[in-house]
């Protein structure tokens, strides 16, 4: 396993020299400086992918340290050296974006199974940030979020029907995405040079829905003052998206459905035959076997479009994707709107995680985006959602966690670390990463607080 390269940060020449030397015969690429200057000088100038310092150095502090190297790269791994008397100020150094800390004398053993564990955190997410960029380079899967067993069958599914001619009807409610897979469909397969075309069925009239799909010819109706191409000779050659095809009435059905079966069709008016090799996607929310029984579709089209069928999730039913999800709209709509937001509060992560989402992402992006704007502060607050995600969102505001009246540091601390791991579900690594804490920090408070039991 490749070594990561360090720098080591020490004004005690002794404690600096024999750390240096037993680092580099351990195999990692290391360097080392007794001030804080040239430390940031070093840094500046210089990559590192971890930075041990202590945290008091005769020009600088440890803090600055910190600010310094995460501005250079956000990436960067540090580790803070202080003495045990001062095991707060590490603590509030990993607050600021420390990974880990260490105290006075330096238990070699311990910082060699630190970095071990901060290189291995970095290989995987360097490995995670390649395979990802691999996976949009060749599959082009952008706005497709999701880690959760649901979408990963979704990427394994579009990848496997991209490449054939097959017609897809998407199942999915309201705001699940789609169109978006629509589009990743379209663009994996040998049409994606080609034009990609939508139609929203469910907002146009018969008639006009009859020419968007087949065009018209002049004074077919009135109103129509000029010749018009419809989509299906928009899309030729490439693919033709109808979202909520289950809306068309039994006049349009029978046209597509002779579309589909000849490729041929003629313009609302019109008397010449026209071909068009076009891939059919199409998408509803609704149940079209049960609209057959009901008597509102053609059981023919239905068996024309279902030849390959993808059931899209609700947001509800993979709500571990709700994190990655908040990630990605915070940095679209902070960027969009100008402003500087960090992230959310555990309160906030618990209300978007405990709501229903009836709406699906399409609700959550809108949610965030909102918060966005009306944030006050660099974390998104409860207050800041929309009032039906937060009923009591005029109190959120003055409420953080409830302490109750006399508690002890320790319990406060307990109480804010439990509360962050019931936001996560139970993830360590997320309850950390919104304390500002490190995985480490909360192991090792649950274990302390196991003894105490």
């Known amino acids: ?66 600010e310094k190297a995460k501005k250079k790269d956000v990436d960067i791994a540090v580790v803070m050296i202080t003495a045990f008397s001062s095991i707060q100020t590490a603590i509030d150094a990993v607050k600021k974006g420390a990974d880990d800390y260490l105290t006075k004398p330096v238990n070699i053993e311990e910082l060699e199974l630190i970095l071990k564990k901060i290189w291995e955190r970095r290989l995987l997410v360097l490995q995670n940030k390649e395979l990802k960029q691999k996976l949009n380079d060749k599959y082009n899967f952008s706005g497709i ?78 109103g129509a003052v000029s010749q018009r191409r419809g989509r299906f000779e928009l899309a030729n050659g490439g693919s033709l998206f109808l979202d909520e095809v289950g809306e068309m009435n039994s006049h349009i059905q029978i046209k597509l459905l002779r579309v589909l079966e000849t490729g041929k069709f003629e313009r609302v008016g019109g008397e010449k035959t026209f071909e068009s090799d076009v891939r059919i996607i199409a998408a509803t929310n609704r149940d079209l076997e049960e609209e057959i029984k009901e008597g509102r579709f053609r059981e023919d089209l239905y068996y024309r479009l279902n030849v390959i069928n993808l059931k899209l999730p609700s947001l509800r039913e993979r709500k571990e994707d709700i994190g990655l999800l908040i990630d990605n709209f915070l940095v679209k709509y902070s960027k969009k709107n100008k402003k500087d937001i960090k992230g959310i509060t555990p309160q906030s992560a ?45 109190k959120s505001r003055k409420e953080t966690f409830r302490i109750p009246s006399g508690a002890t540091m320790k319990e406060i601390e307990k109480k804010v670390i439990i509360e962050a791991l019931q936001t996560t579900n139970g993830s360590k690594s997320k309850a950390a990463k919104i304390l500002g804490i490190s995985t480490r920090k909360i192991e090792y408070k649950i274990k302390e607080w196991s003894k105490d039991e």
């Open 145 to 222: 979020i999701g880690n959760s067993p649901e979408i990963q069958l979704i990427y394994k599914t579009i990848t496997e029907i991209a490449p054939t001619a097959a017609t897809v009807l998407i199942y999915g409610d309201t705001g699940t995405g789609k169109e978006l897979i629509a589009n990743a469909i379209h663009y994996n397969s040998d049409r994606k040079d080609k034009p990609f075309v939508a139609l929203h069925c469910a907002s146009l009239s018969e008639g006009v829905l009859e020419s968007e799909l087949f065009g018209h010819e002049k004074g077919a109706f009135t």
């Open 350 to 394: 618990k209300l978007l995680n405990n709501y229903d989402w009836p709406g699906n992402v399409r609700e959550l992006e809108n949610a965030i985006e909102r918060a966005v704007v009306m944030a006050r502060n660099e974390y998104i607050e409860p207050g800041d959602l929309p009032s039906n995600i937060n009923v009591n969102s005029k």
């Open 1 to 66: 396993m490749k070594k990561p390269r360090i720098l080591l940060v020490d004004d005690d020449k002794n404690t600096a020299d024999g750390l240096t030397k037993i680092l580099l015969q351990d195999g990692y690429d290391t360097s080392c400086t007794y001030t804080g200057k040239e430390a940031l000088n070093l840094i500046e100038s210089e990559h590192f992918d971890i930075v041990i310092t202590d945290m008091k150095l005769p020009d600088i502090s440890g803090f600055s340290i910190i």
